[in-house]
């Protein structure tokens, strides 16, 4: 698949860049409370979780160039759903519901947990997830929790260490380092902010990357 992909690029020369994915175009698709209501499961695409707060609505709409892509996902009621982006006809971003919020009661916690295993465990689509975490308190209960379901299902993982303006360079850095020597070598570890428009190049190669090899 990727070879015949790479054979049209070579062939067509100057059309790989029109091959890139142009993340500015990205567009709602639709919110999904279960598994049954998401687009079907074809062509490829990348999700997107991490706790509340963490900077996931900023950094898709930093990503797309775009103020208010994601803030549907804020609308009352659309917290808890799968809310999909369409990059084209064959790719697509997922912004899956962010998790850890203290103030949700334990029900409505059960209640992601079981949606967003269902959605993790049998979506052919996913590629690859971007963990979000807060540059100033990463690796939490529920980041680890989703390091692990990640290592298990053999699923690419790339972590945005968010709001990396709130440090200075060095800090920067180190919380960079000791996060990347704190996860397994699958994973993949960069430093982000969405105002100051920080990794936006990396991020957007790492998810070119894991999407470039969609069946057409
Ligand atoms: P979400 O709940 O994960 O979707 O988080 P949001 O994207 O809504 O961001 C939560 C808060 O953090 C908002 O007040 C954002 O303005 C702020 N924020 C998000 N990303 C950054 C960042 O990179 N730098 C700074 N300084 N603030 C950020």
Same mark, same amino acid.
């Given at each position: 698949? *990727?070879?015949? +992909?790479?054979? !049209?690029?070579? *062939?067509?020369?100057?059309?790989l %860049?029109?091959?890139?994915?142009?993340?500015n175009?990205?567009?709602?698709?639709?919110?999904?409370?279960?598994?049954?209501?998401?687009?079907?499961?074809?062509?490829?695409?990348?999700?997107?979780?991490? *706790?509340?707060?963490?900077?996931?609505?900023?950094?898709?709409?930093?990503?797309?160039?775009?103020k208010?892509?994601?803030?549907?996902?804020?609308?009352?009621?659309?917290?808890?759903?799968?809310n999909?982006?369409?990059?084209?006809?064959?790719?697509?971003?997922?912004?899956?519901?962010?998790?850890?919020?203290?103030?949700?009661?334990?029900?409505? !916690?059960?209640?992601?947990?079981?949606? +967003?295993?269902?959605?993790?465990?049998?979506?052919?689509? %996913?590629?690859?997830?971007?963990?979000?975490?807060?540059?100033?308190?990463?690796?939490?209960?529920?980041?680890?929790?989703?390091?692990?379901?990640?290592?298990?299902?053999?699923?690419? %993982?790339?972590?945005l260490?968010?709001?990396?303006?709130?440090?200075? !360079?060095?800090?920067?850095?180190?919380?960079? %380092?000791?996060?990347? *020597?704190?996860?397994?070598?699958?994973?993949?570890?960069?430093?982000?902010?969405?105002?100051?428009?920080?990794?936006?190049?990396?991020?957007?190669?790492?998810?070119?990357?894991?999407?470039?090899?969609?069946?057409?």
């Amino acid at each position: 698949m *990727r070879g015949a +992909l790479y054979n !049209k690029v070579s *062939r067509c020369g100057p059309l790989l %860049l029109k091959m890139s994915i142009t993340f500015n175009q990205a567009r709602f698709l639709i919110s999904a409370a279960k598994l049954s209501q998401c687009p079907a499961d074809t062509g490829a695409e990348v999700a997107f979780c991490g *706790r509340s707060n963490a900077g996931k609505s900023s950094a898709i709409n930093a990503l797309c160039r775009q103020k208010s892509l994601a803030r549907t996902s804020k609308t009352p009621g659309r917290t808890q759903l799968i809310n999909f982006f369409a990059l084209d006809e064959h790719r697509k971003l997922v912004d899956l519901p962010g998790y850890g919020y203290a103030k949700v009661p334990m029900a409505v !916690k059960d209640h992601w947990h079981k949606h +967003l295993d269902e959605y993790l465990r049998n979506r052919q689509a %996913l590629r690859g997830m971007i963990l979000l975490m807060d540059i100033r308190h990463p690796l939490k209960e529920f980041d680890v929790m989703m390091l692990e379901w990640c290592a298990e299902a053999e699923l690419p %993982l790339h972590i945005l260490l968010t709001k990396a303006d709130k440090l200075k !360079k060095g800090p920067q850095k180190s919380s960079v %380092l000791a996060v990347r *020597r704190a996860v397994p070598d699958f994973v993949t570890v960069q430093a982000f902010s969405a105002p100051k428009q920080v990794g936006l190049d990396e991020l957007g190669a790492k998810i070119q990357y894991w999407l470039e090899d969609v069946e057409e």
